[in-house]
């Protein structure tokens, strides 16, 4: 049985940005990201890249939702 990749891009645009965000990452936390495969990572150090690409998104989206006018709706 095949298995099924449920770690996909929604949108394909920002394919790059992810790629570039999770090597930024990565080097701010000292972890060695080769160009391609990297299955000798460990679950410790994707976890703390993956954590941390998460936090960057949500403060990112926090900083334009706190830009928005009071006629705005806020979630």
Not at 11 to 17: G, K, L, M, S, T
Not at 26 to 47: F, H, R, V
Request: hydrophobic share 30%; charged share 20%; proline share 3%.
């Amino acid at each position: 049985m095949a298995s099924k990749n449920s770690n996909q891009i929604n949108v394909p645009e920002a394919r790059q940005a992810m790629y570039n965000m999770k090597h930024e990452v990565a080097n701010e936390l000292g972890i060695t990201l080769n160009q391609g495969y990297n299955g000798n990572m460990t679950s410790k150090d994707a976890g703390h890249i993956g954590g941390n690409m998460v936090k960057k998104m949500i403060e990112a989206q926090e900083r334009q939702m706190g830009g928005q006018t009071q006629n705005q709706p806020r979630y």
